[in-house]
């Protein structure tokens, strides 16, 4: 059986990459970092993975807004490859900044094969950086998220706020693309938070197309990859302990990947 492998994509102001490579690998795949000026010279490259990452950070450090100029540079330059790729058998997924990406190349959603520009992830309600943990309830129908419900993991981000015209949002919703959405759940209450962090609407975390093989999500799996990286950890830890339960090593996180990995497997 021949190991998956992913493309982490990198670049300027990409700061996720080794986490994502981490995860994947933690998984059972196989994962290889590679610079977006290295794919361009040998865009062939590409052919050799199943899995296309596009990881969180501040690409080109986001000065023509969240996404943009790493999403131009691939459009100029990659589109025709990428595009290639996702219509294949494989999967791709964007986090963070890598969602903005993806958004702004037209990959998500890719309504009815389209890959014009049609959803916006835009500055946060509140005008400032978040950074803490969110619960997300989960569309299972994505091949990332099966089997998923309920998800708790970090975000962090200024330009968050997910945002489309209401036709789209019907669609959206009428297709069942809606991969993840913020929920007020243990996680929130426990930190006392709202369930929205930035203002999304119709509380929109992540989206996926109509093949299910791409996802792209603000919120960071490859940070929830173990059971201490959690903020309630030492709460949850007497907890296990009290119920004669040992305690669990990986976090909610690691699932996204697994399933990615063993779609493939």
Request: charged fraction near 25%; hydrophobic fraction near 40%; charge should be negative.
């Amino acid at each position: 059986m021949v190991t998956p492998k992913a493309l982490v994509l990198t670049g300027y102001g990409i700061n996720c990459d080794e986490e994502t490579k981490f995860a994947f690998e933690l998984a059972g795949g196989l994962a290889d970092i590679v610079h977006v000026n290295n794919l361009i010279d040998i865009p062939k490259k590409l052919g050799d993975y199943q899995i296309l990452a596009f990881p969180g950070g501040f690409s080109y450090g986001d000065d023509t807004g969240s996404g943009n100029a790493l999403a131009n540079r691939i459009r100029n330059h990659l589109f025709d490859e990428v595009k290639e790729f996702v219509e294949k058998d494989t999967l791709s997924i964007g986090i963070c900044n890598g969602f903005q990406v993806m958004v702004n190349l037209g990959l998500l959603p890719g309504l009815n094969g389209d890959y014009g520009r049609e959803v916006a992830l835009v500055h946060n309600d509140s005008a400032r950086y978040v950074d803490r943990w969110v619960d997300l309830g989960v569309d299972p129908e994505s091949i990332w998220t099966k089997d998923i419900s309920i998800l708790s993991v970090p975000i962090a981000h200024g330009e968050g706020k997910f945002f489309a015209p209401d036709d789209v949002l019907e669609k959206l919703g009428d297709k069942d693309l809606v991969a993840a959405s913020y929920i007020r759940g243990d996680m929130c209450e426990y930190l006392n938070l709202p369930g929205n962090p930035n203002g999304s609407l119709d509380d929109i975390a992540g989206i996926t197309n109509e093949s299910g093989r791409l996802l792209g999500m603000m919120p960071h799996p490859e940070r929830a990859l173990f059971f201490t990286q959690l903020p309630n950890w030492p709460l949850l830890k007497q907890e296990y302990k009290r119920r004669g339960e040992s305690l669990p090593e990986h976090g909610p996180g690691l699932q996204v990947f697994e399933n990615a990995i063993n779609y493939f497997k």
